[in-house]
């Protein structure tokens, strides 16, 4: 007797016998337009509706031509969203699967099992780097000052710090925000590489450095209009933030611009809003629980966020199969057959 496999919101379940697929897709437990299913004699995941002996799909009306009021045709249909090439997803029309927040966190999860040891050590070096950073910073302050901030205030007796010049705090703050826009494009090389299944090692932290410029104008022009947006009664902020906060992702994914990466973000983010702005909850809820877990939980919960979040990027680019892998494997539907 076959077994089948079968994934609904990109969670794979399973293995099953026919007679239990098709119960549940007669009782509605599966949805034969979206769900996937897969059997050993099947090449790749497919809409139960498209597998034969399980469904039929659904017939796109025919327009009629002389009526005026007629819905118009699209060239989209789910076969060709479903089609790979050389193994490898294709993109699907915008919004058209919105992901489930839930499924990313637990695929976050898995994800962060299988590569703890590259998390681990880009996470030391990320740190590191930053408090070398600082220190550098804190030394040049102190040889600029003289060492005369350090002050006894005569009332209280106690020991005060005298603020750095002006152009010394905007230098400290310039210098310390291409640092971390530098190391982010090399974390999100990183994060992107093990959604797809593909080699991610700690040097590539180092390896965006072409695009720094245009990352960094984003990063601040991102800042300046949710900054502006949370003046305006705080919602406007948060939804500029859901809608344009995946230009990061676009610029290392995608190589764009700082205006393309927005749009891209704007375009890719449709119909999945609401769903970052859960999945955004279910992160702020998780580092509470790891800060209340005696702190160290958060070391275990924010490479789940991290990867979470670019697991979404790559649903609401590919669909819910770029939360899955490969049939009967650990290697992400994103990644090249060999």
């Known amino acids: 007797m076959s077994e089948w496999y079968y994934a609904k919101a ?6 099953v016998p026919l007679s239990k697929l098709k119960e549940l897709l007669e009782s509605g437990g599966i949805d034969p337009q979206k769900d996937l ?36 045709q699209t060239g989209w249909n789910e076969a060709a969203e479903l089609s790979t090439a050389a193994g490898e ?17 637990k695929r976050g999860w898995e994800l962060t099992k299988r590569n703890v040891a590259t998390i681990v050590l880009t996470g030391l070096v990320y740190v590191g780097i930053m ?16 060492g005369s901030q350090f002050q006894i205030d005569p009332e209280t007796r106690q ?16 210098i310390t925000q291409l640092v971390t826009t ?24 180092f390896g965006e450095g072409s695009k720094l410029l245009k990352a960094f104008g984003a990063s601040i022009l991102f800042g300046l209009m949710v900054a502006i947006g949370f003046l305006l009664l ?21 190589d764009l611009g700082v205006i393309d990466s927005f749009k891209y973000s704007s375009s890719i983010t449709t119909n999945n809003r609401v769903n970052l702005f859960v999945l955004a909850l279910f992160g ?47 290697i992400p539907m994103l990644a090249p057959r060999a």
């Open 159 to 174: 020991l005060t710090q005298e603020a750095a010049p002006a152009w010394f705090q905007i230098l400290n703050q310039l």
């Open 284 to 330: 702020f809820l998780l580092t509470i629980a790891g800060l209340l877990a005696c702190i160290v939980g958060v070391f275990v919960v924010l490479p789940i966020i991290w990867l979470a979040a670019v697991v979404a990027y790559r649903w609401m680019q590919y669909g819910n199969k770029a939360a899955m892998d490969h049939p009967g494997t650990a």
């Open 10 to 15: 990109g969670q794979q379940m399973g293995p």
């Open 37 to 72: 299913v897969w059997t050993s004699s099947m090449k790749d995941w497919l809409p139960a509706a498209q597998v034969e002996g399980l469904g039929k799909p659904t017939a796109a009306p025919v327009a009629d031509p002389s009526n005026p009021y007629a819905a118009p």
């Open 182 to 205: 530098f190391l982010s494009l090399g974390a999100t090389r990183i994060a992107l590489n093990i959604v797809s299944g593909r080699e991610a090692t700690v040097g590539m932290l």
């Open 131 to 146: 408090m070398g950073v600082g220190m550098v910073i804190g030394v040049i302050g102190f040889l600029v000052m003289g």
């Open 89 to 105: 997803l294709a993109e699907i029309v915008p919004g058209s699967q919105p992901f489930d927040a839930a499924a990313c966190i």
């Open 234 to 254: 705080i919602v406007p902020g948060v939804y500029l933030a859901l809608r344009f906060g995946q230009y990061m992702n676009a610029i290392v994914d995608k």
